[in-house]
Nanobody, 127 residues
Framework: QVQLVESGGGLVQAGGSLRLSCAAS????????MGWFRQAPGKEREFVAA????????YYADSVKGRFTISRDNAKNTVYLQMNSLKPVDTAVYYC????????????????????WGQGTQVTVSS
């Protein structure tokens, strides 16, 4: 199985930056799509960013385009989410996820397209 552990969350002021990390163990990322989701209290878990299992394409939610960047380091089996120009509405628990051979955009945007999930890391953006 794939085990995912997020880190890098914290408290930042609006306009600040933060980089989240998702370290994987058990297997490499070679056969998996990787995605980031977030969930605020009282809301459903929503898609943030992802890349397909091949790693050749990246996708972003409209709300974070131009501000967030997803990347990976295959040697470290780690996926990153660089978050710039943070806003209070970005406050949420952020989760990374892995989906075996997931490549269709509709599947990448849906939590049901992923097989494994991390425990989440809290991001709080103050006004």
């Amino acid at each position: 199985q794939v085990q995912l552990v997020e880190s890098g969350g914290g408290l930042v002021q609006a306009g600040g930056s933060l980089r989240l990390s998702c370290a994987a163990s058990g297997r490499t990322f070679s056969g998996y799509a990787m995605g980031w989701f977030r969930q605020a209290p009282g809301k459903e878990r929503e898609f943030v960013a992802a890349f397909s299992w091949s790693g050749g394409s990246t996708y972003y939610a409209d709300s974070v385009k131009g501000r967030f960047t997803i990347s990976r380091d295959n040697a470290k089996n780690t996926v990153y989410l660089q978050m710039n120009s943070l806003k209070p509405v970005d406050t949420a628990v952020y989760y990374c996820a892995a989906g075996y051979r997931t490549s269709n955009f509709a599947q990448l945007m849906d939590r049901r397209g992923y097989n494994y999930w991390g425990q989440g890391t809290q991001v709080t953006v103050s006004s």
